[in-house]
């Protein structure tokens, strides 16, 4: 399993950026793949997932409405759109799989659910 996480930088707040999460080594159809951050000194959040085989989302309620995750299904990327960047939003984020057999009916939420990670991309949101 191979995550790449992209697109990250600097943006002012208020503003918006996209960032990519390309997979490859594995059959992504059987994966939730979730979205993560961390802030420096605070724990791991969950931002959003999703069932990759029927692009189901699911979110955290702090973060649903300026997050969303889309995917493209033909390349095997998924993305994380932000909206309305607040600069308590800067944070190394990370994309991660987990496989929906091993979760079973529970969505995955919590960084132990997710066994494969990418490297993180920093986003920094200044004032």
């Known amino acids: 399993v191979q995550l790449q996480a992209s697109g990250g930088g600097l943006v002012q707040a208020g503003g918006s950026l996209r960032l990519s999460c390309q997979a490859s080594g594995f059959i992504i159809s059987s994966y939730y793949m979730g979205w993560f951050r961390q802030a420096p000194g605070k724990e791991q959040e969950f931002i959003g997932t999703i069932m990759w085989n029927r692009g189901r989302t699911y979110y955290s309620d702090s973060l649903k409405g300026r997050f969303a995750i889309s995917r493209d299904n033909a390349k095997n990327v998924m993305y994380l759109q932000m909206n309305s960047l607040r600069p308590e939003d800067t944070a190394v984020y990370h994309c991660?799989?987990?496989?929906?057999?091993?979760?079973?009916?529970?969505?995955?939420?919590?960084?132990?659910?997710?066994?494969?990670w990418g490297q993180g991309t920093l986003v920094t949101v200044s004032s």
């Open positions: 991660a799989a987990a496989r929906i057999r091993s979760i079973g009916m529970q969505t995955p939420t919590r960084p132990g659910d997710y066994l494969d």
